[in-house]
C-alpha cells in the first residue's frame, strides 16, 4: 500500500511538471530595443492555432501581466498560443511615442513585438489570420500603436486604459512622470479625420482590411482620462469608416455602457462608471470579439 501510494504521489507530480508555464524565448529575430519575450503554450494547442500578444503597463513586466488576467485558463481551454512581452526601459513602458514604432517596418519596440509575432507563427504553426493584440495602460497604448502601424499582422485589438495611436507622438517618453501629460490628460485637440490620418500615415502604401477593435476605460480614470479612449473610437471610427450607432446600458455588467459603431463587429467601446485605472480585463468580451469563442 505505501508503495502504490509512492507511485501514486510521483505519476501526480509527473503530470503536475509537463503542465503548460510561462516560459522564456531568446533569439527570436530582430529585436531593435532589447524586448524580452515569453511564450504561454497549452498542453493541447490547436491547429492552426491563433496567437494574442499580452502586452504589460508601466511598472510592470510579461511575467506579471501573465498573472493578472485569465488568459492562460483560456488557452488551456481553447488551445491558443499566448505571447508576453517584456520591457524593462522607460520605467518599464513601451516606447509609444517613438517615430520608429509608429512607422511600419520601423523598427523600435514595435517591431521586436511583430518579430515575435513572425517566430511564433513559425514555431507553432500559427494561423497568421488569427493574430490579436491587447493591454492595459502603457499596453492598451501599444496595442492602438501595432493595429495602426500593422494592420497587415494584427486582426483585432483589445485596449484597456489606453490611448489613441501617436497620441504621444513629439513628446520625449511615454510615463506617468514625463512633464508632458497632454496625451494623457485627453488634451490634444484633433478632428476624427485627423486621428485617423495618424494610422493611415504609419503605413502608407496601406490599401487592405484593418484590425477591428475594442476600447475599454473607466470614467473615474484620472491617470489616463477617459477623454482618451473617444479619442481612440473616433480615430477608429474615421479609420474603419464607421459611425455610432447605438450605446447599451449595462453591457457587458452593471457599471459599463457599451458604444457600438457600425454593426458592432468591427467597433466597441466601454466606458465603466466608478472604474478607474486599469479598467479590469473582460475575457470573455474580448474572447468573442476576437472571434475565439462563443
Partial sequence: MRLLRSLTKMAAMAGLAAGASLQPVTNFGDNPTGLQMYV???DKVAVL???IVALHPCGGSAQGWYSQTRLPSYADQLGFILIYAGTTKMSNCWDVQNPASLTHNGGGDAGGIVSMVKYALKQYNGDASRVYVMGGSSGAMMTNVLAGSYPDVFEAGAAFSGV???CF???DSATPFSPNQTCAQGRI????REWGDLVRNSFPAYDGRR???QIFHGNADFLVRPECAHQALAQWADVLGLQLTQTNKGVPSAEYTQEVYGDGTQLQGFFGDGVGHIAPVNEPVMLRFFGLMN
Fill in 49 to 51: 492555432p491563433a496567437i
Fill in 40 to 42: 504561454y503554450v497549452p
Fill in 211 to 213: 484590425p477591428r477593435m
Fill in 164 to 166: 489613441a495611436h501617436a
Fill in 189 to 192: 485637440q484633433r478632428s476624427a
Fill in 169 to 171: 507622438l513629439g513628446a
